[in-house]
């Protein structure tokens, strides 16, 4: 079996389960290739010494027969995993060293369970659809596409207002700080911030939701995910901004933009422990009520 390993820095307190993490997949023989930036963190910062198979840098590089891919950090670490990931089907799995954790929804006190279920074979494979960017600007070449959200946002302290169309048929004139296509994955991310629905993972749809919109009637709207939305922005300034889940870009002012479901999804692992509403209850506080 090969495991690719990506990670960002931790807190010392995850140390133990982190080294933990590595020398039980050593030990059982794993061929395990290390993101070679995390690897470098671990050694210069850690101390951790542990048997491996090699290193990858970017997607090119990264083996192609690879089992699947375990993230050591945050959601934004997840994230950022999927950018090597790409279109190539190798399931995710993101352990929690960080705070809340929707995507690496995996805690420290899970690991070792979690791996003795991955090393048998213990889990179904979760496809999540994700939103693919195009424009008349190339402004996203190397991955244009998002598991969470592509957010539209003002740069600078006017309104911009943000033209909408659903295939081809006008939606509406946004007036508004910013506005958040998401997709389910992303609808407890930003989405949820700025007062959108929560939608199970596995439905079929987009999540519209303005950010501060000058407009007491405007609010979140779900559409489905087979729809393309064009979106056209104006304002006082020159530019505005676009963000792909933890990608930024400066855009000029009336660049067309068209999102879309891609035509591949994101595999991610799911644990027969672990599901959207046990997540929800945890994550968010569901239910802590002393009459539960």
């Known amino acids: ?163 909408v169309y659903s295939d081809g048929v006008f939606l509406n004139s946004y007036w508004t700080d910013g506005l958040i296509v998401a997709t389910p994955t992303g609808s407890t991310a930003y989405s949820l911030s700025v007062g959108g629905p929560i939608v199970t993972p596995q439905s079929h749809a987009f999540i519209i939701s303005p950010i501060a919109p000058h407009n007491l009637t405007v609010r979140p709207l779900i559409i489905p995910d087979l729809s393309s939305l064009t979106l056209i922005v104006e304002g006082r300034t020159n530019s505005f901004f676009v963000t792909l889940d933890s990608r930024s870009v400066i855009c000029e002012l009336k660049t067309e933009i068209t999102l879309s479901k891609a035509s591949f999804p994101v595999r991610m692992i799911k644990l027969p422990q672990i599901d959207f509403y046990t997540t929800l209850r945890n994550k968010l506080m569901w239910g802590v009520d002393k009459r539960n």
């Open 1 to 163: 079996m090969k495991i690719a390993i990506f990670g960002k820095q931790f807190n010392d307190n995850f140390n133990t389960i982190v080294y933990s993490l590595l020398l039980k997949l050593s030990t059982n023989k794993i061929d395990l290739f290390i993101h070679r930036s995390f690897f470098e963190y671990l050694v210069n910062q850690k101390k951790f010494s542990f048997e491996f198979s090699g290193f990858y840098d970017n997607c090119e590089n990264l083996p192609g027969d690879i089992d699947f891919l375990i993230s050591i950090g945050g959601d934004g670490t997840f994230l950022e995993a999927i950018t090597y990931i790409r279109d190539t089907g190798i399931p995710i799995i993101g352990i929690n060293s960080g705070r809340l954790g929707f995507l690496a929804n995996i805690a420290g006190s899970e690991v070792d369970k979690s791996i003795d279920d991955l090393l048998s074979k213990n889990y179904n494979i979760d496809e999540r659809c994700i939103l693919e960017l195009s424009s008349s600007q190339p402004l996203f070449p190397d991955f244009p596409f998002a598991l969470n959200e592509c957010t539209i946002q003002k740069n600078g302290s006017s309104l911009i207002t943000i033209h």
